[in-house]
């Protein structure tokens, strides 16, 4: 019969060996759900934190700048707005942040966009600037990227219908990055309880202990508990710790935990004989 709940790991993994010897004897399967759970408790904290980041970007910036934005039509591959051209839409710090220019210039050739200008919406396309990791030879660290509309392209843009979305989007911005984070997180982490359970067999044969693999793969789970929430309150506090730095100090923190649970476990495992072990 379990000793200790789900909810008690959270705390007891980071030093109680009773704690790692009733999850190797009476804990069943993989331990994958409880690792879930962690990983979704974890993240609901953080995607707390990214929603009223969100709330505070769009009330302070995206609002102002989509207030600013005109009625786009686009009829048979031609965009017309409903103010006169060329129409300029600010951001807060009053920089050009897209520009609309309804003449007949030749969409072929690049425009020139110059400061914080992050799109160009002309006749029949839309230029839209991306940054580079490094300047080029020019000495320019954006690219344009060109969107040109199909001749049968037929569309309606409204203030209100961008108001609107912009607003749905502000309202759901930490529920969608749950929704995204949780199973990429999950699925990393699955993947690393299988290297540290491979580490753990062969941990466990050095101390001539005979543990299943699925015994080792739920011990592992447990093992990344105090990482994964000591990762979480840096992200929540937004400490920065240089990464390659942290994630080695991680790896050999879970490493640790790992033998401490195997140590844990040697007056429980069945203890393999010489010739067992060979």
Not at 151 to 180: E, P, R, Y
Not at 201 to 210: A, E, F, I, K
Request: charged share 15%.
């Amino acid at each position: 019969m379990k000793e200790f709940s789900g909810w008690q790991a959270l705390f007891l993994s980071f030093w109680s060996p009773q704690l790692y010897r009733d999850v190797a004897k009476h804990w069943q399967g993989t331990g994958y759900t409880y690792l879930f759970l962690v990983l979704c408790v974890t993240s609901i904290m953080y995607c707390v934190k990214l929603q009223l980041l969100a709330n505070n970007i769009f009330d302070t910036i995206v609002y102002r700048i989509l207030l600013q934005v005109p009625n786009v039509t686009c009829t048979h591959g031609e965009i017309s707005i409903d103010r006169p051209s060329p129409y300029t839409v600010y951001s807060p710090g009053h920089r050009p942040f897209i520009v609309f220019d309804m003449n007949d210039q030749d969409f072929s050739a690049e425009p020139e966009m110059i400061g914080s200008e992050a799109m160009r919406v002309e006749k029949h396309g839309v230029w839209v600037k991306r940054l580079l990791p490094q300047t080029d030879a020019e000495g320019k660290n954006f690219r344009l990227q060109p969107l040109e509309t199909g001749h049968d392209s037929n569309f309606v843009v409204t203030k209100q219908s961008v108001m609107t979305g912009g607003t749905i989007l502000k309202s759901l911005f930490g529920a969608i990055s749950f929704l995204v984070m949780v199973p990429i997180v999950f699925l990393k982490f699955v993947l690393i309880t299988v290297l540290y359970s491979l580490a753990g067999y062969v941990t466990s044969r050095l101390l001539n202990l005979s543990l299943s693999f699925t015994t080792l793969i739920r011990l592992s789970s447990v093992c990344m508990t105090p990482v994964i929430l000591v990762e979480s309150i840096k992200r929540i506090l937004n400490r920065d710790f240089p990464n390659h730095e942290f994630e080695i100090a991680a790896a050999l923190v879970i490493l640790g935990y790992m033998i401490f649970a195997l140590y844990a476990n040697r007056d429980t495992a069945v203890t393999l004989q010489p010739s067992e072990s060979s």
